[in-house]
């Protein structure tokens, strides 16, 4: 098992300019997760998503950031325009969503996002 | 909606020294309770988790934590740390019963000095 792949792995880009982070679930996870760390929030979720359809994004910072999951072994993030305080780890995770609740999370290795 | 609490944001222990990091959550509902590892440069990987059942659970690299029901607590504890324990670490819960989202504490930034 590859576990969640993330692309890039980092990203410098200036402020304006579009940003596309890449996720590749498990295989099998019916549920998707964008979280994103930084020093001074620490890990926020933005968005999950379960069987690809959005369920709760209300962690979205603003409209500039949006998210598809277009089948079940691709989702996209994306900024646009990027701005210097979108510079993060984002991270992607899936897991087998169950009732319970009761599924760890398995994450990417995130995407180190710098704007200038 | 729950929340999560680590009051210990950053702990300097030196090796052989023995861990508690604190962790409260705030849910009145019964809840699943995890505990993820981030080493340095990398992605979290889940420590240990509870569930049900016994409330000591037994994790990987010799951590194990706690379950309080009365105190909302779940500290995790290891007795005796090594300097490859520096790492961060992240308490996180989700709500028994429905497929809730995960919410994370803060985090506890451990050192472990030789």
């Known amino acids: 098992d590859a576990g969640v792949i993330q692309s890039p792995r980092h990203e410098v880009t200036e402020m304006g300019q579009e940003v596309t982070l890449r996720c590749k679930p498990i295989?099998?996870?019916?549920?998707l997760f964008w979280y994103r760390q930084t020093m001074m929030r620490g890990l926020e979720l933005l968005i999950y998503f379960n069987n690809n359809v959005p369920i709760d994004d209300s962690g979205m910072p603003e409209d500039r950031f949006s998210a598809k999951m277009p089948n079940a072994s691709f989702s996209t993030l994306k900024i646009q325009p990027s701005e210097p305080r979108d510079s993060a780890v984002y991270f992607c995770?899936?897991?087998?969503?169950?009732?319970?609740?009761?599924?760890?999370?398995?994450f990417g290795n995130g995407t180190r996002l710098t704007v200038t | 909606a729950q929340s999560v609490s680590q009051h210990n944001h950053h702990v300097i222990l030196s090796e052989a020294a023995s861990l508690e990091l604190g962790c409260n959550y705030s849910?009145?509902?019964?809840?699943?309770l995890f505990w993820y590892v981030q080493y340095p440069g990398q992605h979290l990987q889940l420590l240990l988790k509870y569930f049900s059942g016994d409330p000591l659970v037994k994790g990987i690299k010799g951590f194990e934590a706690e379950f309080i029901k009365s105190k909302f607590s779940f500290n995790l504890r290891k007795p005796s740390v090594q300097w490859s324990d520096t790492a961060e670490y992240f308490c996180?819960?989700?709500?028994?019963?429905?497929?809730?989202?995960?919410?994370f504490g803060t985090g506890t930034r451990l050192q472990v000095t030789l």
């Open positions: 995770a899936s897991s087998w969503r169950q009732a319970s609740g009761n599924s760890p999370l398995h």
């Open positions: 849910y009145g509902g019964t809840v699943n």
């Open positions: 295989s099998g996870h019916n549920s």
């Open positions: 996180a819960v989700t709500r028994s019963g429905t497929a809730s989202k995960l919410t």
